[in-house]
């Protein structure tokens, strides 16, 4: 989440000329007197919510998985039903919370968007999304092995299903896929 930084502008309450920028967060804000008008006593100051940096933004991290069937022939890909990205086809995943252990994020994301219980193995790789001026993720991207449950696709996907390799190279070639989604396949050989 965004972390506002405490300094705000401050306008006299009389000729709206710009005071100053002042900690928020201080107990006692000494305004001094306005520049323009010279008014000392201010009875309500105009204080401008607009912090003077907007947000300090920090990355997103998140997890994904690559599910393959038990004899490793089908990759589990889901239809993402929100945006960024809607109606493309993708990797399941999402969010790590805070002091939640990447292996248990994962797991629990896929239980969640596919209501699959799986093994987690071992990692393909770190990307990073960065489309400005609003989104910066990092995703970890996972092996996992399913190990049971039925498929039934969270509100976050459309739909979810297995793919062979050749249907895999269709998706792509016809753009149905993200970017991202394309790269992580290529990267794991899968087109």
């Not at 109606?87 to 896929?110: C, D, N, Q, T």
């Not at 976050?156 to 269709?170: H, M, N, P, T, Y």
Request: glycine fraction near 6%.
């Amino acid at each position: 989440m965004d972390q506002p930084i405490g300094l705000v502008k401050v306008l006299c309450d009389e000729c709206y000329t710009l005071i100053g920028a002042f900690n928020m967060y201080e107990m006692e804000m000494k305004i001094p007197p306005c520049p323009k008008c010279i008014r000392n006593e201010h009875e309500k100051l105009k204080i401008m919510y607009q912090p003077l940096i907007k947000r300090l933004k920090h990355p997103r991290i998140g997890c994904a998985a690559v599910i393959t069937t038990l004899d490793e022939d089908c990759i589990l890909l889901g239809i993402r039903n929100k945006d960024p990205n809607r109606g493309k086809w993708i990797f399941p995943g999402g969010g790590i919370h805070f002091l939640e252990s990447m292996y248990s994020a994962v797991e629990r994301e896929i239980l969640e968007e596919t209501n699959f219980c799986v093994k987690i193995d071992k990692t393909i790789g770190i990307y990073e999304i960065i489309t400005p001026p609003d989104e910066h993720r990092l995703i970890i991207y996972w092996w996992a092995h399913y190990i049971s449950g039925d498929l039934i696709p969270s509100s976050d996907l459309e739909d979810a299903k297995f793919f062979s390799r050749k249907e895999i190279r269709v998706l792509v070639n016809d753009n149905l896929s993200t970017s991202l989604t394309a790269k992580v396949l290529y990267d794991i050989g899968w087109i």
